[in-house]
T-cell receptor, first 114, second 119 residues
Framework: DTEVTQTPKHLVMGMTNKKSLKCEQH?????MYWYKQKAKKPPELMFV???????INESVPSRFSPECPNSSLLNLHLHALQPEDSALYLC?????????????FGPGTRLTVL | AQKITQTQPGMFVQEKEAVTLDCTYD???????LFWYKQPSSGEMIFLIY??????QNATEGRYSLNFQKARKSANLVISASQLGDSAMYFC????????????????FGKGTHLIIQP
């Protein structure tokens, strides 16, 4: 089973709202990732968690705040977003953070910021 | 820094024909992984096939095979006997070992190839 789940599927929020995206996997993977994908563009890496510790932050604005409460869960807290933050947010997980480890993606959350 | 180049923005292929999607990469890492993903219009990224930099044999997974030419830094995806359901965006991606956190990097993606299979 290579299932990664993400909730919600769609999210519309105003610029003053606070919301969270949730990602879950039960494959025993110890590395989890957030990617942002704008329309007609490839995904871009935002954050990497390895063994529940943040290992990579790709200079993401502080209005995006990741959290990894345990090895199965990954959250992305959103606050004071801008309309240009509207995108598909993809979560992924892999067994470890080695070059040989395949990343499996969830279905994504389509975020619209008004 | 790693870079992935996919030179075919779009392709039209007749059903049941074989199709080759091009991918070239650039990296200074000795150890890296190459991946192909399929993204239908629904948005989910579906893993297709993996090739490691030290693998001597080309990877195969069902109808998918990867034509890995290390000296040329190319990793083309071959889909045999294409089907209507193969219509999607295809991304070549790479993962190097120079991650700032001590582990591997995240994935670096090419711009993708939009494949349309015609009946």
């Amino acid at each position: 089973d290579t299932e990664v789940t993400q909730t919600p599927k769609h999210l519309v929020m105003g610029m003053t709202n606070k919301k969270s995206l949730k990602c879950e996997q039960h494959m025993g993977h110890r590395a989890m990732y957030w990617y942002k994908q704008k329309a007609k563009k490839p995904p871009e890496l935002m954050f990497v968690y390895s063994y529940e510790k943040l290992s990579i932050n790709e200079s993401v604005p502080s209005r995006f705040s990741p959290e990894c409460p345990n090895s199965s869960l990954l959250n992305l807290h959103l606050h004071a977003l801008q309309p240009e933050d509207s995108a598909l947010y993809l979560c992924a997980s892999s067994r470890r953070d080695f070059t040989t480890d395949t990343q499996y993606f969830g279905p994504g959350t389509r975020l619209t910021v008004l | 820094a790693q870079k992935i180049t996919q030179t075919q923005p779009g392709m039209f292929v007749q059903e049941k024909e074989a199709v080759t999607l091009d991918c070239t990469y650039d990296t200074s890492d000795q150890s890296y992984g190459l991946f192909w993903y399929k993204q239908p219009s629904s948005g989910e990224m579906i893993f297709l096939i993996y090739q490691g930099s030290y693998d001597e044999q080309n990877a195969t997974e069902g109808r998918y095979s990867l034509n890995f030419q290390k000296a040329r830094k190319s990793a083309n995806l071959v889909i045999s006997a294409s089907q209507l359901g193969d219509s999607a965006m295809y991304f070549c991606a790479m993962r190097g070992s120079s991650g700032s956190g001590g582990g591997a990097d995240g994935l670096t993606f090419g711009k993708g190839t939009h494949l349309i299979i015609q009946p």
